[in-house]
Protein backbone atom coordinates (compact mmCIF):
# COMPACT_ATOMS: atom_id res chain seq x y z
CA UNK A 1 0.00 0.00 0.00
CA UNK A 2 1.45 3.55 -0.87
CA UNK A 3 2.33 5.76 1.82
CA UNK A 4 0.74 9.34 0.56
CA UNK A 5 -3.13 8.09 0.46
CA UNK A 6 -2.84 7.04 4.25
CA UNK A 7 -2.17 10.65 5.13
CA UNK A 8 -5.41 12.70 5.45
CA UNK A 9 -6.46 9.58 7.77
CA UNK A 10 -3.73 10.46 10.31
CA UNK A 11 -4.83 13.97 9.75
CA UNK A 12 -8.02 13.35 10.83
CA UNK A 13 -7.36 10.27 13.31
CA UNK A 14 -3.92 10.52 15.10
CA UNK A 15 -3.37 9.32 18.77
CA UNK A 16 -0.91 9.83 21.06
CA UNK A 17 1.77 7.74 21.64
CA UNK A 18 1.84 8.27 25.62
CA UNK A 19 0.65 5.05 26.34
CA UNK A 20 3.14 3.14 24.61
CA UNK A 21 5.34 2.31 27.65
CA UNK A 22 2.22 0.68 28.84
CA UNK A 23 1.96 -1.79 25.95
CA UNK A 24 3.63 -5.06 26.87
CA UNK A 25 6.33 -6.71 24.60
CA UNK A 26 4.50 -8.98 22.29
CA UNK A 27 4.53 -13.01 22.85
CA UNK A 28 7.33 -14.93 21.26
CA UNK A 29 7.92 -18.22 19.83
CA UNK A 30 8.85 -20.25 17.11
CA UNK A 31 6.20 -22.70 15.75
CA UNK A 32 7.36 -23.91 12.39
CA UNK A 33 6.53 -27.09 10.15
CA UNK A 34 8.20 -28.60 7.28
CA UNK A 35 6.74 -29.16 4.14
CA UNK A 36 8.11 -31.77 2.07
CA UNK A 37 8.38 -32.41 -1.81
CA UNK A 38 10.68 -35.67 -1.90
CA UNK A 39 8.11 -38.19 -2.53
CA UNK A 40 5.24 -36.20 -2.93
CA UNK A 41 5.11 -36.11 0.76
CA UNK A 42 3.34 -33.06 1.38
CA UNK A 43 3.10 -30.89 -1.70
CA UNK A 44 2.22 -31.51 -4.48
CA UNK A 45 -0.56 -34.21 -3.56
CA UNK A 46 1.31 -35.98 -6.85
CA UNK A 47 3.42 -35.49 -9.88
CA UNK A 48 2.36 -33.51 -12.79
CA UNK A 49 -1.06 -31.79 -12.05
CA UNK A 50 -2.51 -28.96 -13.90
CA UNK A 51 -0.57 -25.63 -12.31
CA UNK A 52 -3.76 -24.36 -11.17
CA UNK A 53 -4.24 -27.64 -8.83
CA UNK A 54 -0.63 -27.29 -7.91
CA UNK A 55 -1.12 -23.98 -6.81
CA UNK A 56 -4.63 -24.09 -5.23
CA UNK A 57 -3.00 -27.29 -3.22
CA UNK A 58 0.00 -24.95 -1.57
CA UNK A 59 -2.43 -21.86 -0.91
CA UNK A 60 -4.34 -24.44 1.06
CA UNK A 61 -1.51 -26.45 3.20
CA UNK A 62 -0.26 -22.33 3.89
CA UNK A 63 -3.50 -20.85 5.13
CA UNK A 64 -3.67 -24.11 7.03
CA UNK A 65 -0.55 -23.51 8.56
CA UNK A 66 -1.58 -19.65 9.01
CA UNK A 67 -5.30 -20.97 10.51
CA UNK A 68 -3.46 -23.25 12.84
CA UNK A 69 -0.75 -20.62 14.91
CA UNK A 70 2.42 -21.32 12.91
CA UNK A 71 4.78 -18.50 12.03
CA UNK A 72 7.26 -20.33 10.00
CA UNK A 73 7.38 -23.15 6.94
CA UNK A 74 10.31 -24.47 5.81
CA UNK A 75 9.34 -25.31 2.32
CA UNK A 76 11.74 -28.13 0.43
CA UNK A 77 12.94 -26.50 -2.86
CA UNK A 78 16.22 -29.22 -3.90
CA UNK A 79 15.03 -32.27 -3.00
CA UNK A 80 17.36 -34.28 -5.16
CA UNK A 81 19.93 -32.27 -7.54
CA UNK A 82 16.43 -30.82 -8.96
CA UNK A 83 14.16 -27.21 -8.60
CA UNK A 84 11.47 -26.61 -7.03
CA UNK A 85 11.52 -23.35 -8.38
CA UNK A 86 12.91 -21.50 -11.76
CA UNK A 87 16.79 -22.58 -11.88
CA UNK A 88 19.31 -21.52 -13.99
CA UNK A 89 21.66 -24.11 -12.33
CA UNK A 90 19.41 -27.26 -12.03
CA UNK A 91 16.50 -28.67 -13.58
CA UNK A 92 12.87 -28.42 -12.90
CA UNK A 93 11.88 -31.48 -10.39
CA UNK A 94 9.93 -34.03 -11.49
CA UNK A 95 7.99 -34.14 -7.82
CA UNK A 96 6.32 -30.96 -9.35
CA UNK A 97 6.28 -32.00 -13.20
CA UNK A 98 6.25 -35.15 -13.20
CA UNK A 99 9.15 -35.47 -15.74
CA UNK A 100 12.83 -34.10 -14.89
CA UNK A 101 13.80 -31.04 -16.64
CA UNK A 102 10.49 -29.95 -17.84
CA UNK A 103 9.25 -26.80 -17.09
CA UNK A 104 5.09 -26.34 -15.80
CA UNK A 105 2.95 -25.33 -18.11
CA UNK A 106 2.03 -22.11 -17.74
CA UNK A 107 5.79 -21.23 -16.71
CA UNK A 108 4.80 -20.09 -12.75
CA UNK A 109 7.57 -20.08 -9.75
CA UNK A 110 6.48 -22.71 -6.65
CA UNK A 111 9.04 -20.59 -4.63
CA UNK A 112 8.16 -17.49 -5.40
CA UNK A 113 4.59 -17.93 -4.95
CA UNK A 114 4.88 -19.92 -1.47
CA UNK A 115 6.58 -16.87 -0.61
CA UNK A 116 4.24 -14.18 -1.55
CA UNK A 117 1.59 -16.27 0.29
CA UNK A 118 3.26 -16.85 3.44
CA UNK A 119 4.19 -13.61 3.73
CA UNK A 120 0.53 -12.28 2.94
CA UNK A 121 -0.38 -14.29 6.03
CA UNK A 122 2.17 -13.33 8.24
CA UNK A 123 4.65 -16.39 7.83
CA UNK A 124 8.55 -16.69 7.44
CA UNK A 125 9.53 -18.76 4.42
CA UNK A 126 12.50 -20.96 4.68
CA UNK A 127 14.03 -22.53 1.29
CA UNK A 128 14.91 -26.46 2.75
CA UNK A 129 17.80 -28.17 0.03
CA UNK A 130 19.20 -31.46 0.26
CA UNK A 131 23.08 -30.48 -0.30
CA UNK A 132 24.42 -33.93 -1.97
CA UNK A 133 21.07 -36.52 -2.72
CA UNK A 134 21.35 -36.54 -6.52
CA UNK A 135 18.10 -38.92 -7.06
CA UNK A 136 15.19 -39.89 -4.93
CA UNK A 137 14.68 -43.65 -5.80
CA UNK A 138 14.94 -45.21 -8.61
CA UNK A 139 11.85 -43.95 -10.26
CA UNK A 140 12.61 -40.86 -11.97
CA UNK A 141 14.81 -40.37 -15.46
CA UNK A 142 17.06 -37.81 -14.82
CA UNK A 143 17.68 -35.10 -17.47
CA UNK A 144 20.29 -34.52 -19.81
CA UNK A 145 21.26 -31.11 -17.87
CA UNK A 146 21.39 -33.39 -14.12
CA UNK A 147 24.12 -33.40 -12.33
CA UNK A 148 24.09 -37.86 -13.04
CA UNK A 149 24.40 -36.67 -16.49
CA UNK A 150 26.90 -34.30 -16.52
CA UNK A 151 29.12 -35.58 -14.29
CA UNK A 152 28.49 -39.12 -13.26
CA UNK A 153 31.72 -39.60 -12.02
CA UNK A 154 31.01 -37.25 -9.20
CA UNK A 155 27.86 -39.68 -8.11
CA UNK A 156 27.17 -42.98 -6.77
CA UNK A 157 24.54 -45.11 -6.22
CA UNK A 158 24.17 -46.10 -2.33
CA UNK A 159 21.13 -48.06 -1.86
CA UNK A 160 18.08 -47.25 -3.74
CA UNK A 161 19.28 -43.44 -3.99
CA UNK A 162 21.69 -41.71 -5.80
CA UNK A 163 24.05 -39.49 -3.99
CA UNK A 164 26.91 -36.62 -4.95
CA UNK A 165 30.40 -37.19 -3.30
CA UNK A 166 30.69 -34.35 -0.80
CA UNK A 167 34.59 -34.98 -1.43
CA UNK A 168 34.55 -33.59 -4.64
CA UNK A 169 35.48 -30.00 -4.36
CA UNK A 170 33.07 -29.24 -7.89
CA UNK A 171 30.23 -30.94 -5.49
CA UNK A 172 30.53 -28.94 -2.90
CA UNK A 173 30.50 -25.68 -4.88
CA UNK A 174 27.65 -26.59 -6.86
CA UNK A 175 25.55 -26.75 -3.29
CA UNK A 176 26.71 -23.59 -2.81
CA UNK A 177 26.11 -22.21 -5.78
CA UNK A 178 22.81 -23.13 -6.14
CA UNK A 179 22.05 -22.02 -2.44
CA UNK A 180 23.37 -18.52 -2.64
CA UNK A 181 21.44 -18.07 -5.93
CA UNK A 182 18.19 -18.84 -4.17
CA UNK A 183 19.34 -16.31 -1.38
CA UNK A 184 20.55 -13.87 -3.72
CA UNK A 185 17.22 -13.76 -6.04
CA UNK A 186 14.58 -14.42 -3.48
CA UNK A 187 12.64 -12.73 -0.47
CA UNK A 188 13.63 -16.13 1.81
CA UNK A 189 13.71 -15.28 5.57
CA UNK A 190 15.45 -18.87 6.17
CA UNK A 191 18.10 -20.97 4.29
CA UNK A 192 17.84 -24.60 5.72
CA UNK A 193 19.39 -27.64 5.45
CA UNK A 194 18.75 -31.21 6.98
CA UNK A 195 20.19 -34.25 7.87
CA UNK A 196 21.16 -36.32 4.86
CA UNK A 197 25.21 -34.80 4.15
CA UNK A 198 26.75 -38.63 4.10
CA UNK A 199 24.00 -40.85 3.72
CA UNK A 200 22.73 -43.01 6.40
CA UNK A 201 24.87 -46.43 6.03
CA UNK A 202 22.96 -49.61 5.26
CA UNK A 203 23.98 -53.35 5.80
CA UNK A 204 24.12 -56.08 3.83
CA UNK A 205 22.18 -59.04 4.09
CA UNK A 206 24.29 -60.80 6.80
CA UNK A 207 24.06 -57.00 8.74
CA UNK A 208 27.45 -55.85 7.98
CA UNK A 209 28.27 -51.71 7.21
CA UNK A 210 28.10 -51.55 3.65
CA UNK A 211 30.46 -48.72 2.75
CA UNK A 212 29.78 -45.49 0.88
CA UNK A 213 31.88 -45.87 -2.14
CA UNK A 214 34.07 -42.63 -2.19
CA UNK A 215 37.29 -44.74 -2.29
CA UNK A 216 38.36 -42.92 -5.48
CA UNK A 217 38.05 -38.92 -3.84
CA UNK A 218 39.41 -40.19 -1.08
CA UNK A 219 42.31 -41.93 -2.81
CA UNK A 220 42.91 -38.35 -4.50
CA UNK A 221 43.03 -36.34 -1.01
CA UNK A 222 45.59 -38.63 0.33
CA UNK A 223 47.78 -38.58 -3.22
CA UNK A 224 48.11 -34.78 -2.70
CA UNK A 225 49.46 -35.41 0.51
CA UNK A 226 46.21 -34.89 2.51
CA UNK A 227 47.03 -36.25 6.20
CA UNK A 228 43.37 -36.85 7.78
CA UNK A 229 41.90 -40.09 7.60
CA UNK A 230 38.76 -41.46 6.29
CA UNK A 231 36.08 -39.99 8.26
CA UNK A 232 37.75 -37.51 9.41
CA UNK A 233 37.72 -36.20 6.05
CA UNK A 234 34.62 -36.55 5.05
CA UNK A 235 33.67 -34.54 7.83
CA UNK A 236 35.89 -32.05 7.15
CA UNK A 237 34.09 -31.71 3.67
CA UNK A 238 30.82 -30.96 4.98
CA UNK A 239 32.25 -28.93 8.04
CA UNK A 240 33.71 -26.18 5.22
CA UNK A 241 30.45 -26.97 2.81
CA UNK A 242 28.63 -25.57 6.41
CA UNK A 243 30.79 -22.73 6.92
CA UNK A 244 30.89 -21.47 3.18
CA UNK A 245 27.27 -21.22 3.54
CA UNK A 246 26.71 -19.60 6.49
CA UNK A 247 29.31 -16.49 5.53
CA UNK A 248 28.40 -16.63 1.48
CA UNK A 249 24.58 -15.73 3.18
CA UNK A 250 25.88 -13.15 5.69
CA UNK A 251 27.39 -11.44 3.40
CA UNK A 252 24.79 -11.52 0.64
CA UNK A 253 21.57 -11.22 3.23
CA UNK A 254 23.05 -11.13 6.74
CA UNK A 255 19.23 -10.90 8.22
CA UNK A 256 18.44 -14.20 6.36
CA UNK A 257 18.81 -17.11 9.21
CA UNK A 258 20.69 -20.35 8.25
CA UNK A 259 19.37 -23.44 10.17
CA UNK A 260 20.47 -26.85 9.99
CA UNK A 261 18.35 -30.43 11.15
CA UNK A 262 20.83 -32.91 12.24
CA UNK A 263 19.90 -36.37 13.65
CA UNK A 264 18.89 -35.94 17.31
CA UNK A 265 22.17 -36.85 19.14
CA UNK A 266 25.81 -35.70 18.28
CA UNK A 267 27.41 -39.02 19.11
CA UNK A 268 26.59 -41.91 20.82
CA UNK A 269 27.03 -41.70 24.99
CA UNK A 270 26.56 -37.91 24.85
CA UNK A 271 25.23 -36.87 27.46
CA UNK A 272 26.72 -39.77 29.08
CA UNK A 273 24.45 -43.09 30.15
CA UNK A 274 22.22 -42.63 26.32
CA UNK A 275 24.13 -45.91 25.01
CA UNK A 276 25.28 -46.54 21.50
CA UNK A 277 23.41 -46.86 17.98
CA UNK A 278 24.08 -44.59 15.15
CA UNK A 279 27.14 -42.30 15.48
CA UNK A 280 25.97 -38.81 12.80
CA UNK A 281 29.89 -37.98 13.97
CA UNK A 282 31.49 -40.91 12.14
CA UNK A 283 28.81 -42.54 9.96
CA UNK A 284 26.61 -39.17 8.60
CA UNK A 285 30.39 -36.41 8.64
CA UNK A 286 28.08 -34.78 11.03
CA UNK A 287 29.74 -32.78 13.49
CA UNK A 288 26.86 -30.89 14.48
CA UNK A 289 28.29 -29.73 17.86
CA UNK A 290 31.40 -28.07 15.78
CA UNK A 291 28.75 -26.12 14.07
CA UNK A 292 26.48 -24.94 16.92
CA UNK A 293 29.78 -23.76 18.73
CA UNK A 294 31.41 -22.32 15.86
CA UNK A 295 28.51 -19.83 15.50
CA UNK A 296 27.97 -21.31 12.06
CA UNK A 297 24.16 -21.62 12.04
CA UNK A 298 21.13 -18.78 13.14
CA UNK A 299 18.95 -21.69 14.06
CA UNK A 300 19.32 -25.36 15.08
CA UNK A 301 16.93 -28.03 14.94
CA UNK A 302 17.95 -31.59 16.28
CA UNK A 303 15.53 -33.75 15.12
CA UNK A 304 14.69 -34.67 18.39
CA UNK A 305 12.14 -37.26 17.37
CA UNK A 306 11.64 -39.43 20.89
CA UNK A 307 9.41 -39.34 23.49
CA UNK A 308 9.64 -37.65 26.33
CA UNK A 309 9.78 -40.65 28.99
CA UNK A 310 11.34 -43.04 26.47
CA UNK A 311 14.41 -44.31 28.62
CA UNK A 312 17.93 -42.49 28.11
CA UNK A 313 16.75 -41.67 24.31
CA UNK A 314 13.96 -38.89 25.50
CA UNK A 315 13.40 -35.47 24.02
CA UNK A 316 13.83 -33.95 27.40
CA UNK A 317 17.62 -35.24 27.85
CA UNK A 318 18.77 -34.34 24.24
CA UNK A 319 17.09 -30.75 24.47
CA UNK A 320 18.71 -30.17 28.11
CA UNK A 321 21.92 -31.42 26.40
CA UNK A 322 22.29 -29.47 23.56
CA UNK A 323 21.16 -25.87 25.30
CA UNK A 324 24.40 -27.18 27.14
CA UNK A 325 26.68 -26.61 24.13
CA UNK A 326 25.07 -23.60 22.96
CA UNK A 327 28.19 -21.57 23.79
CA UNK A 328 27.19 -19.29 21.18
CA UNK A 329 23.62 -18.44 22.18
CA UNK A 330 21.87 -19.28 18.62
CA UNK A 331 18.10 -20.64 18.65
CA UNK A 332 17.45 -23.95 19.49
CA UNK A 333 14.32 -24.97 17.87
CA UNK A 334 14.16 -28.47 17.89
CA UNK A 335 12.06 -31.01 15.25
CA UNK A 336 9.02 -32.86 17.49
CA UNK A 337 7.93 -35.96 14.96
CA UNK A 338 4.41 -34.90 15.19
CA UNK A 339 3.95 -37.35 11.81
CA UNK A 340 4.08 -40.31 14.69
CA UNK A 341 0.49 -39.60 16.18
CA UNK A 342 -1.24 -42.76 16.14
CA UNK A 343 1.83 -45.15 16.12
CA UNK A 344 3.78 -44.56 19.44
CA UNK A 345 2.86 -41.42 20.70
CA UNK A 346 -0.68 -39.26 20.66
CA UNK A 347 -1.56 -35.79 20.47
CA UNK A 348 -0.49 -35.26 24.02
CA UNK A 349 2.78 -36.25 23.70
CA UNK A 350 3.55 -33.18 21.31
CA UNK A 351 2.12 -30.53 23.40
CA UNK A 352 3.90 -31.77 26.54
CA UNK A 353 7.09 -31.65 23.97
CA UNK A 354 5.94 -28.01 23.84
CA UNK A 355 5.72 -27.38 27.44
CA UNK A 356 9.14 -28.67 28.44
CA UNK A 357 10.20 -26.04 25.72
CA UNK A 358 8.76 -23.35 27.25
CA UNK A 359 9.38 -24.51 30.65
CA UNK A 360 12.94 -23.81 30.26
CA UNK A 361 12.47 -19.93 28.36
CA UNK A 362 14.91 -18.27 30.92
CA UNK A 363 17.79 -20.83 28.71
CA UNK A 364 15.98 -20.21 25.55
CA UNK A 365 13.13 -18.54 23.99
CA UNK A 366 10.94 -21.04 22.70
CA UNK A 367 10.59 -22.77 19.50
CA UNK A 368 10.05 -26.05 17.47
CA UNK A 369 9.39 -27.77 14.44
CA UNK A 370 6.45 -30.27 12.91
CA UNK A 371 7.64 -32.69 10.83
CA UNK A 372 5.50 -32.77 8.63
CA UNK A 373 3.19 -30.69 7.99
CA UNK A 374 0.78 -33.57 6.82
CA UNK A 375 -0.34 -34.24 10.66
CA UNK A 376 -1.27 -30.85 11.60
CA UNK A 377 -2.99 -30.04 7.85
CA UNK A 378 -5.33 -33.44 8.73
CA UNK A 379 -5.56 -33.22 12.09
CA UNK A 380 -4.49 -36.65 12.69
CA UNK A 381 -5.13 -37.70 16.56
CA UNK A 382 -7.11 -34.49 16.67
CA UNK A 383 -3.31 -32.95 16.72
CA UNK A 384 -4.30 -30.01 14.55
CA UNK A 385 -7.52 -28.62 16.69
CA UNK A 386 -5.39 -28.90 20.06
CA UNK A 387 -2.61 -27.04 19.01
CA UNK A 388 -4.61 -24.38 17.72
CA UNK A 389 -6.95 -24.55 20.99
CA UNK A 390 -4.20 -25.00 23.28
CA UNK A 391 -0.51 -24.37 22.37
CA UNK A 392 -1.36 -21.58 19.76
CA UNK A 393 -4.32 -20.20 21.29
CA UNK A 394 -2.65 -16.63 21.50
CA UNK A 395 -0.44 -15.22 18.55
CA UNK A 396 3.62 -15.06 18.71
CA UNK A 397 6.27 -13.83 16.88
CA UNK A 398 9.55 -15.52 15.92
CA UNK A 399 12.56 -14.72 18.49
CA UNK A 400 14.92 -12.14 17.93
CA UNK A 401 18.22 -12.40 16.37
CA UNK A 402 20.03 -9.43 17.96
CA UNK A 403 23.60 -11.17 16.24
CA UNK A 404 21.63 -10.38 12.76
CA UNK A 405 20.05 -6.99 13.08
CA UNK A 406 19.99 -4.57 16.21
CA UNK A 407 17.86 -1.67 15.03
CA UNK A 408 16.19 0.48 16.91
CA UNK A 409 12.86 1.74 15.51
CA UNK A 410 10.85 4.42 16.03
CA UNK A 411 6.96 3.86 17.28
CA UNK A 412 4.61 4.12 13.86
CA UNK A 413 1.79 7.06 13.42
CA UNK A 414 -1.14 4.76 13.72
CA UNK A 415 -4.90 6.33 13.21
CA UNK A 416 -7.79 4.66 12.76
CA UNK A 417 -10.57 5.14 9.79
CA UNK A 418 -14.10 3.62 8.19
CA UNK A 419 -13.83 2.91 4.62
CA UNK A 420 -17.15 1.18 3.94
CA UNK A 421 -18.47 1.59 7.60
CA UNK A 422 -15.80 -1.29 8.61
CA UNK A 423 -13.27 -0.28 11.26
CA UNK A 424 -10.08 -0.59 10.58
CA UNK A 425 -6.78 0.45 11.78
CA UNK A 426 -4.07 1.95 9.30
CA UNK A 427 0.03 2.80 10.34
CA UNK A 428 3.17 4.21 8.58
CA UNK A 429 6.80 5.26 9.50
CA UNK A 430 6.76 9.35 9.93
CA UNK A 431 9.97 9.20 8.08
CA UNK A 432 9.76 7.13 5.37
CA UNK A 433 13.36 5.89 5.60
CA UNK A 434 12.50 3.57 8.79
CA UNK A 435 10.66 1.32 6.01
CA UNK A 436 14.13 -0.13 4.12
CA UNK A 437 14.72 -1.49 8.29
CA UNK A 438 11.14 -3.12 8.60
CA UNK A 439 10.19 -6.26 7.63
CA UNK A 440 7.14 -6.90 9.77
CA UNK A 441 4.47 -5.36 11.70
CA UNK A 442 3.12 -6.72 14.91
CA UNK A 443 -0.36 -5.79 15.73
CA UNK A 444 -1.23 -5.89 19.63
CA UNK A 445 -4.62 -5.33 20.94
CA UNK A 446 -6.28 -4.55 24.51
CA UNK A 447 -9.16 -7.06 25.10
CA UNK A 448 -10.84 -7.17 28.12
CA UNK A 449 -8.48 -4.71 29.90
CA UNK A 450 -5.42 -7.00 28.97
CA UNK A 451 -2.80 -6.56 25.77
CA UNK A 452 -2.64 -9.81 23.92
CA UNK A 453 -0.04 -10.59 20.39
CA UNK A 454 -2.75 -10.23 17.95
CA UNK A 455 -1.03 -10.37 14.62
CA UNK A 456 1.74 -10.18 12.35
CA UNK A 457 1.24 -8.41 8.69
CA UNK A 458 4.42 -8.16 6.11
CA UNK A 459 6.09 -4.99 5.18
CA UNK A 460 3.99 -3.80 2.77
CA UNK A 461 0.90 -4.17 4.31
CA UNK A 462 -0.12 -0.64 6.42
CA UNK A 463 -3.80 -1.13 7.13
CA UNK A 464 -5.94 -4.25 8.77
CA UNK A 465 -8.89 -4.58 10.29
CA UNK A 466 -9.70 -3.73 14.03
CA UNK A 467 -9.74 -6.57 16.07
CA UNK A 468 -12.72 -7.84 17.43
CA UNK A 469 -14.08 -6.51 20.93
CA UNK A 470 -10.40 -4.82 21.35
CA UNK A 471 -10.63 -0.76 23.38
CA UNK A 472 -6.97 -0.11 22.13
CA UNK A 473 -4.63 -1.09 19.28
CA UNK A 474 -0.62 -1.12 19.57
CA UNK A 475 1.59 -1.29 15.97
CA UNK A 476 5.23 -2.08 16.52
CA UNK A 477 7.59 -2.46 13.69
CA UNK A 478 9.66 -4.87 13.83
CA UNK A 479 13.13 -5.14 12.07
CA UNK A 480 15.23 -7.57 10.33
CA UNK A 481 16.20 -9.82 12.98
CA UNK A 482 12.67 -9.46 14.46
CA UNK A 483 13.53 -6.53 17.01
CA UNK A 484 10.25 -4.40 17.92
CA UNK A 485 10.49 -0.81 18.09
CA UNK A 486 8.28 0.67 20.10
CA UNK A 487 4.34 1.00 19.88
CA UNK A 488 2.38 3.19 18.03
CA UNK A 489 -1.35 3.10 19.87
CA UNK A 490 -4.87 4.21 18.71
CA UNK A 491 -7.78 3.93 21.48
CA UNK A 492 -11.18 2.65 20.07
Given at each position: ?345 NAGEILREMSVLRERGLKMTPGHFHWNFGALHKDVGKIGTYTKERAYATHAIPPASPWLSQSTLPAPVVGKTVPGGKLTVAWQHSDVRWMSQTRWWVMQAQINGKWVTWETYFKDQLSAAWPDNATAVA ?18
Amino acid sequence: MCLKPLLSIFLLSVVSLHAQTSVPQPARELRGSWIATVHNINWPIEPGLPVAKQKQQLVTLIESAANVGLNALIFQVRPAGDAMYASKLEPWSPFLTGQMGVAPSPLWDPLEFAIQEAHKRGMELHAWFNPFRALAGEKRVPSADHIVRRHPEWTMKYGPDTWMDPGVPEVRAQAIAVIMDVTRRYDVDGIHIDDYFYPYPLTDAAKKKIEFPDDTSFGRYKAAGGPLELTAWRRQNVDETVRIIYEGIKAEKRYVKFGISPFGLWRPNFPEGTGGGLDPYEDLGADSKKWLQSGWVDYFTPQLYWTIDRPKLGFTVYYDWWLEQNTQGRHIWPGMNTSKIGDDRNAGEILREMSVLRERGLKMTPGHFHWNFGALHKDVGKIGTYTKERAYATHAIPPASPWLSQSTLPAPVVGKTVPGGKLTVAWQHSDVRWMSQTRWWVMQAQINGKWVTWETYFKDQLSAAWPDNATAVAIRAAGLGWEVGEAGVVVK
